[in-house]
C-alpha cells in the first residue's frame, strides 16, 4: 500500500477512533482482568491488506492507566456511505449464519464493530488467507468446504434454474469463437443440461457471491479447541435469496483454479484432489446436520456443468486483459485453452470423480 494511501488510512480513523473506545477497553480488560478509566491511542500502524478484498489489518496502540496494550481491527473504506451501510448489512448476516458452528467447528466472520459513512472497522483477524497458509493442502480444502457449507445451511429450497440456462444462453452468444466451435460447444452443454437441471430443483440456498480463496483466513491457535478456525470475509456480493444453486459458491471457488492447473495438467489431477477435499468438508458439515448432498442431486452431482459454465462466463472477462495474455494473438490462445477444458469438464459423467459422487 502506497505512503498516501495509509496516511489516509489513518487520517480516517484518528478521527473516529472515539467511537469504538468501548473495543478498546475490552481488549485492555482482558490483558489486566480490570477496566480501564483512561484510554488514549499511542499509534497506529497498517499492518497488511487482505489479499484483493480492500481490507486493511490495522494495531492500534494503547496506552490506559492500566498499562499500554494492543488492539488489532480490520477496517475497510467506501467510496460511498451507502455501500458501507449495504456491506454492514451483509457481515451481519453473514454472522448470524455462521454463529451456530463457531464454538463447535470454529467457523466465523469478523463482526463490525463500528461504522461511519464511508468507513467499516471490524474485529482484527489473525491468520493467513487461502493461499498463504502453511496448513497442509487437503485441510485448507476441507476447511474452506465446511466454511461455505456451514454459510448455505441445511434447508432444501427450489432452484431457479432457468438462471444458469439464460447465462449459458447470453454466453454463447457473445463469446468470440466461430459459428461451427460455438454450435459444437452447445451440443456438449446441451447433452449435460437437462440432467443437471433435474437433479437440482431443490439444491437451492443463499448466495456468498463471490467466493474465492481470498475470502478464506486460517487461524491457527495452538492448543485450543478448535486449534484451526475459519473466517469467511468481504460478502459484498451476498445474496439472501434461496433461489440459487449451491454449485455456484462451489465453482465460483473453483473456476480459476481449473483454467489453471489445465493449463499445466490436462487431466486435472491435482485439481480433482482438491475439489474432493472440499466436497468432503462440506458434506461434513452438513452430516453434523443430519443431511447429505444426496438430500439436493441424489446421486448425481453436475458439478461439471456448473464449472464448465463458469469458464465458459470466464472467456467474456479476458477479452480487454491484451496486457495479461501477450496481446490479441494470446487472447485468441487463452480463447481455445478455456474451450478445450469445458469441453474436458462435460464430456465426464461427473466430478471430481469419472463415476458417480
Not at 51 to 66: A, C, M, N, R, W
Amino acid at each position: 500500500m502506497s505512503d498516501s494511501h495509509q496516511n489516509r488510512l489513518k487520517v480516517v480513523l484518528m478521527k473516529i477512533i472515539e467511537g469504538f473506545s468501548d473495543y478498546f477497553a475490552s481488549s485492555i480488560e482482558k490483558s489486566y482482568h480490570q477496566s480501564p478509566t483512561e484510554i488514549n491511542v499511542r499509534n497506529i500502524a497498517v499492518e497488511r491488506k487482505l489479499g484483493t478484498t480492500g481490507i486493511h489489518i490495522v494495531k492500534v496502540q494503547l496506552d490506559s492507566d492500566l498499562g499500554a496494550d494492543d488492539a488489532s481491527i480490520a477496517v475497510k473504506i467506501y467510496e460511498e456511505q451507502e455501500s458501507a451501510l449495504e456491506v454492514v448489512k451483509r457481515i451481519n448476516i453473514l454472522q448470524n449464519r455462521l454463529s451456530q458452528y463457531d464454538t463447535s467447528l470454529g467457523i466465523s466472520s469478523a463482526a463490525v464493530i463500528f461504522f461511519s459513512r464511508n468507513v467499516v472497522v471490524m474485529e482484527g483477524i489473525q491468520g493467513d488467507v487461502f493461499r498463504e497458509s502453511k496448513i497442509p493442502r487437503p485441510q485448507k480444502y476441507r476447511f474452506a468446504g465446511r466454511g461455505l457449507a456451514a454459510f448455505h445451511g441445511t434447508k432444501s429450497d427450489r432452484c431457479w434454474f432457468d438462471k444458469y440456462k439464460l447465462l449459458l444462453t447470453r454466453s454463447m452468444e457473445n463469446i468470440p469463437l466461430a459459428e461451427d466451435s460455438k454450435n459444437a460447444l452447445k451440443n456438449l452443454f446441451q447433452q449435460v443440461l437437462p440432467l443437471a437441471e433435474q437433479v437440482s430443483q431443490f439444491s437451492g440456498s443463499v448466495s456468498f457471491g463471490d467466493f474465492h480463496p481470498g475470502n478464506l483466513i486460517f487461524d491457527v491457535r495452538i492448543g485450543q479447541k478448535p486449534m484451526i478456525r475459519t473466517h469467511l470475509i468481504d460478502p459484498e456480493y451476498l445474496d439472501t435469496s434461496t433461489e440459487h444453486d449451491r454449485l455456484e459458491d462451489i465453482c465460483n471457488f473453483f473456476a480459476v483454479e481449473a483454467v489453471d492447473q489445465y493449463r499445466h495438467d490436462k487431466t486435472l489431477k491435482k485439481f480433482r484432489m482438491n475439489m474432493k477435499s472440499f466436497l468432503s468438508g462440506y458434506s461434513e458439515v452438513l452430516a453434523h446436520e443430519q443431511s447429505s448432498l444426496a438430500k439436493y442431486y441424489g446421486t448425481y452431482l453436475p458439478v461439471n456443468f456448473h464449472l464448465a459454465l463458469m469458464v465458459l462466463m470466464s472467456i467474456l472477462n479476458i477479452q480487454d486483459m491484451g496486457d495479461l495474455f501477450g496481446g490479441e494473438s494470446g487472447i485468441k490462445n487463452e480463447v481455445i485453452l478455456r474451450c478445450q477444458l469445458i469441453e474436458t469438464l462435460l464430456n465426464w459423467n461427473s466430478f471430481p470423480d469419472e463415476e458417480n459422487v
